[in-house]
């Protein structure tokens, strides 16, 4: 395992597009979590709302 990354970090022609495909899978990733995030929020809010409507709190 060592050799291997010693004969990437010896050759950055072959590292580049290792770290680009790392990112590029890092990063779609992370956007389908912040999409799942933000719908959690507006459910929430609206969930929240909704119990204080029917609770007659507004």
């Known amino acids: 395992m060592n050799n291997l990354i010693d004969h ?11 770290l680009l495909l790392a990112a590029t899978l890092v990063y779609s990733v992370l956007k389908r979590l912040l999409k799942l995030v933000a719908i959690v929020a ?10 204080e409507y029917t609770s007659g709190g507004f």
């Not at 990437?8 to 290792?18: D, G």
């Not at 507006?42 to 709302?49: D, N, Q, T």
């Open 42 to 51: 507006i459910a929430g809010v609206l969930y929240v709302l909704l119990v």
């Open 8 to 18: 990437l970090l010896a050759n950055p022609i072959l590292l580049v597009p290792l």
